[in-house]
């Protein structure tokens, strides 16, 4: 099968059926248009993350937030666009991410299935495509289970951690 970048139209060469997966969120941006896009995250990152139309959260390689699309913002019903210093555990309002060292380094992170997907993801450079991930979320008042189903893909040295589903128990 061949494959041409969806953005530039520029061939990225012949893979087996399998490889599509590596392109879960972005689906096929040649290194060239990836490097481009997410060197300075602004502006026209921006509207590309807009214009996939589903939530996706662009994560570094600490767990920090760069940046979210305005689908994600307005899922996860985060008000202010700014998202600096933030990580994926602040944004999805998980419990654990309010505990001492924050998200990533409670007792608890280390079974947390988005967390695996995306270091998986940034280690292998391998795309996860929906898995599914329980958070205990806490907007106000009680916590609550959070089924998620998340896929990520890495490029241009960001992980794009995109909200396949999210609903509660
Ligand atoms: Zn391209």
């Known amino acids: 099968?061949?494959?041409?970048?969806?953005?530039?139209?520029?061939?990225?060469?012949?893979?087996?059926?399998?490889?599509?997966?590596?392109?879960?969120?972005?689906h096929g941006m040649c290194a060239a248009c990836a490097k481009k896009l997410f060197a300075e995250i602004g502006g026209d990152t921006e509207s590309f993350l807009n214009g996939l139309g589903v939530p996706?959260?662009?994560?570094?390689?600490?767990?920090?937030?760069?940046?979210?699309?305005?689908?994600?913002?307005?899922?996860?019903?985060?008000?202010?666009?700014?998202?600096?210093?933030?990580?994926?555990?602040?944004?999805?309002?998980?419990?654990?991410?309010?505990?001492?060292?924050?998200?990533?380094n409670s007792p608890n992170c280390s079974g947390c299935a988005v967390r695996r997907a995306v270091i998986e993801t940034f280690e292998s450079g391998k795309s996860s495509v929906k898995t599914p991930a329980m958070i205990d979320r806490k907007e106000s008042g009680e916590s609550q289970e959070t089924e998620f189903v998340i896929s990520t893909e890495k490029t241009a040295g960001v992980v794009l951690l995109r909200i396949d589903e999210m609903s509660q128990r």
Request: hydrophobic share 45%; charged share 25%; net charge positive.
């Open 56 to 104: 996706v959260v662009v994560v570094d390689d600490r767990g920090i937030i760069r940046t979210a699309n305005a689908e994600a913002l307005n899922l996860l019903d985060w008000e202010s666009s700014d998202l600096a210093g933030y990580r994926g555990g602040d944004i999805l309002r998980c419990v654990n991410a309010k505990l001492p060292g924050g998200c990533g």
């Open 1 to 26: 099968m061949k494959r041409i970048c969806a953005w530039c139209k520029k061939s990225m060469g012949v893979v087996t059926a399998k490889g599509v997966v590596e392109d879960a969120v972005t």
